[in-house]
Nanobody, 123 residues
């Protein structure tokens, strides 16, 4: 059964950095557009970034542009989200997801989801 597993979340001070990982068993992530999403308490899930399967095109939400970087390691079948200059408003549960057929940050487009990892930015 295909699974996505996120790791790397934690507590960090404002201005700090974290790197999230998204690994899979059962899916070859190179064949999928991989998106990172986040959901803060009381808010809807929002798209943060994606990396496409076809040519590695990346996209970032305006709120994270210039601070977050998404990347793939095909040999490790893992996608990363490097998060720098973190702000308290980045606090959320972060999810990775896989989309076989498109390139977007629409939640409904994604076919597989991980269980999420908590990121808390606080002093």
């Amino acid at each position: 059964q295909a699974r996505l597993v996120e790791s790397g979340g934690g507590l960090v001070q404002p201005g700090g950095s974290l790197t999230l990982s998204c690994a899979s068993s059962g899916l070859t992530l190179d064949y999928y557009t991989i998106g990172w999403f986040r959901q803060a308490p009381g808010k809807e899930r929002e798209g943060v970034s994606y990396i496409s399967s076809s040519d590695g095109t990346t996209y970032y939400a305006d709120s994270v542009k210039g601070r977050f970087t998404i990347s793939r390691d095909s040999a490790k079948n893992t996608v990363y989200l490097q998060m720098n200059s973190l702000k308290p408003e980045d606090t959320a549960v972060y999810y990775c997801a896989a989309d076989i057929s498109g390139t977007s940050l629409e939640v409904y487009e994604y076919d597989y989801w991980g269980q999420g990892t908590q990121v808390t930015v606080s002093s």
